[in-house]
């Protein structure tokens, strides 16, 4: 079994190499050697490397950079994602597309499902889905994954992110009214490797279970951490940002885990999870 990885550099592509590549031959390209959105790149990548299956987690994943880079997003996110799913049929290979929690407006009051209609808000959110739409086109082979407030080793995620600003402020005020799914990397990719043994091609939703605000999710990172810092929750509006963020994102993992006979950790667990592989040399 060989696998080929786009964006493989990324939070998720390092771990994805990790679970990948320790069950079969993983082979990983990135940015600078390959920029998915030139036409002829992927396509060389696939030629080169015969894979029998292809992941692309190459995005362009700046959120509030979007708004002003539109072009760009929507050259990874859209071109790129179709120009992948094209080399993955030129090689008879299925594709994995990784979607985003965003491509939902935020407006629900229960977990989304895979099949509920989406209303993405913001250049990031809608580039993202016009990417599903266009690997699902290219390749009828094709697995796309929503996921959510991913962290990884070495990201510049929501978990550095708190414990840099901890470091740097006596008092830190957390939104408290924007839900969602927190995700640990390496949980997706073995759920990933779980999916793609089988052939129910589709969409799905892949997130550790439970759900918390950004307070509650910062809180905890403080507590696992043992970092000790004042905190206030207050609301997203006194925060504004150049995209919008849907203020319920929560997913439901139930089909992918059903699908693929995995089964999602709750977040706190697998949080506690990252604290130990980062406290790794
Ligand atoms: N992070 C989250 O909270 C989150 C939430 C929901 C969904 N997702 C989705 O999950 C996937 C993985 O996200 P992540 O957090 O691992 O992102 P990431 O750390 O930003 O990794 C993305 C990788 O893609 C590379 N890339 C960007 N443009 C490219 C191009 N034109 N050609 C080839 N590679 C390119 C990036 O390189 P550079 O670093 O050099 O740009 C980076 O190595 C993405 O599809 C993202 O939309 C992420």
Redesign the pocket.
């Known amino acids: 079994m060989k696998t080929l990885i ?2 493989a ?5 390092r771990d994805l190499m990790e679970v990948f590549g320790a069950g079969g031959e993983c082979l990983g390209v ?2 600078p050697e ?4 030139l036409p002829g790149a992927a396509l060389e990548a696939a030629e080169s490397a015969a894979p029998d299956l292809v992941i692309n ?5 700046n959120v509030d950079g979007a708004e002003e880079d539109a072009d760009n997003a929507w050259r ?1 996110n859209e071109t ?1 994602a179709r120009l992948v799913a094209e080399a993955a049929v030129a090689v008879d290979a299925p594709v994995v597309y ?5 491509v939902f407006d935020g407006a629900g009051s229960r977990p989304y499902e895979p099949d509920d209609p989406p209303n993405p808000k913001g250049v990031y959110a809608e580039s ?1 889905l016009a990417g599903e739409r266009a690997t699902a086109a290219a390749n009828p082979r094709h697995f796309i994954v ?5 962290y ?1 080793p070495g ?1 510049n ?1 929501f978990v550095e992110k708190m414990l840099a600003l901890a470091a740097s402020r006596p008092e830190l005020r957390l939104v408290e009214d924007e839900i969602g799914s927190p995700t640990h ?1 390496i949980d997706l990719a073995q759920a990933l490797r779980a999916l793609t043994a089988g052939a129910a091609y589709g969409t799905y939703h892949g997130v550790n279970r439970g759900q918390c605000s950004r307070y509650e999710f910062a809180q905890t990172i403080f507590a696992l951490a043992g970092v000790e810092v004042k905190t206030a929750p207050c609301k997203g509006a006194e925060f504004p940002t150049k995209a919008p963020r849907p203020a319920y994102s929560v997913l439901n993992p139930a089909r992918l885990e059903e699908t693929a006979g995995y089964a999602f950790r709750p977040w706190e667990d697998a949080l506690r999870h990252y604290f130990q592989r980062r406290a790794q040399p």
């Open positions: 786009f964006g550099k990324g939070q998720l592509g990135d940015l390959v920029d998915i959105a987690a190459a995005a362009y994943t990874v790129g990784i979607s985003t929690d965003y993202k929503r996921t959510a407030w991913l990884g990201g995620n990397t």
